[in-house]
């Protein structure tokens, strides 16, 4: 590879590989086995976070990607707005009173800072013999190690069935650098919804 080749590729490795870290993707599931159906048809849809504008920007954009499926949804903040956490009784009673069958609850795990490093490397001129190779050294080009940081957040969705609150499917999540709450959770709910109609809890 010549210098001016290795000097085009370097941008093109790091959009590759920023671009690969911004994403979710689903890293362990467990469904019921006494989960036999039907599918679930109305979800109130729960973000458990201490920031009242993530959560309504959660369950917002969660809840739309459920009808968008076919699956009548309600975030919970426009039956609870109260922020913290929720009375069981009051969490109960905003459940009946929707009729949702299904009740899904999404709460951060942890959050962690990543470093990932490519290996630099030295590419010579061409040259022949022991003083072409000598002056190859002078003008050869270096390419430094390059250092990425970024964040990886881990969550875990659950879904439960009232009025038992049994647990139906649970899954855990990794998203790579998450920026916009808005746009991560649509790709979020986009991974979770896809799950969820494997496993046939939500009708394809």
Same mark, same amino acid.
Request: proline residues 5%; negative net charge.
């Given at each position: 590879m010549n210098p001016s080749a290795a000097r085009?590729? =370097?941008?093109? %490795? *790091?959009v590759l590989v920023l671009g690969a870290c911004a994403s979710t993707s689903l890293i362990n599931q467990w469904k019921s086995p006494e989960f036999s159906g039907p599918p679930v048809r109305k979800v109130l849809v729960v973000g458990v976070t201490q920031q009242p504008s993530v959560r309504?920007?959660?369950?917002?954009?969660?809840?739309? =990607?459920?009808? %968008? *499926?076919?699956?009548?949804?309600?975030?919970?903040y426009?039956?609870?707005p109260e922020d913290g956490r929720a009375e069981q009784a009051l969490l109960e009673k905003a459940v009946q009173e929707q009729g949702a069958d299904g009740v899904l609850v999404t709460r951060l795990v942890k959050s962690e800072q990543k470093t990932q490093i490519t290996p630099g490397f030295y590419h010579p001129a061409p040259a022949m013999g022991f003083y072409g190779w000598y002056s190859a050294a002078w003008v050869g080009y270096y390419e430094p190690p390059m250092v990425y940081q970024y964040d990886v957040v881990t969550s875990e969705t659950s879904l439960y069935s009232p009025p038992q609150s049994r647990l139906v499917w649970s899954g855990t999540t990794e998203t790579f650098s998450p920026q916009d709450v808005k746009k991560e959770t649509q790709?979020?709910?986009?991974?979770?919804?896809?799950?969820l109609r494997e496993q046939g809890i939500v009708a394809r």
């Open positions: 085009s590729l =370097a941008p093109l %490795a *790091a309504r920007v959660f369950e917002d954009e969660f809840a739309g =990607a459920l009808r %968008a *499926a076919g699956v009548e949804a309600v975030p919970s426009t039956i609870i790709g979020f709910a986009k991974v979770i919804i896809g799950a």
